[in-house]
């Protein structure tokens, strides 16, 4: 038996995620592993954001790196920073920096985020539907 987790992304059905009071949060992403789904030390979410979209300021848990498959857009960063990305840009966010990626292209930016931990949450602005919370994260993870 194999230990490789191998996750065909394409075929992972998306959850759909917005803001309850700004329908410019709205974003669609999938696990395609954390701690007790195929990974004992890391997390990985498949996500995609429509243009006009954004995923909402948030700050993590955990240390994130990002993969720009498609499209492009805006990482916004506490403080007034900002860096355009597009494919093939990778990018790390540190903990607890506060940070949003808003979609200023024509398609859909698509993107891998990797997260050092097998379990984690991140705490939202926006309440976030569903499930009509502050806090998302790992399936695996309490509370």
Not at 36 to 54: D, K, M, N
């Amino acid at each position: 038996m194999s230990a490789i987790h191998l996750v065909a992304t394409n075929d992972l059905p998306r959850a759909k995620v917005g803001g309850v009071d700004d329908p410019s949060v709205r974003w669609a992403g999938a696990f395609a592993s954390c701690g007790e789904h195929g990974a004992t030390q890391s997390s990985t979410i498949v996500y995609e954001i429509e243009p006009g979209g954004r995923l909402g300021w948030h700050t993590d848990a955990t240390e994130e790196t990002q993969y720009i498959l498609g499209g492009s857009g805006e990482l916004r960063a506490e403080g007034g920073v900002t860096h355009h990305v597009r494919p093939g840009d990778v990018f790390v966010i540190p903990t607890p920096l506060r940070h949003d990626l808003v979609n200023t292209g024509e398609e859909t930016l698509r993107a891998v985020a990797f997260f050092a931990a097998p379990m984690f949450t991140q705490r939202f602005d926006n309440v976030m539907i569903a499930p009509d919370v502050h806090v998302l994260g790992t399936p695996n993870r309490a509370g």
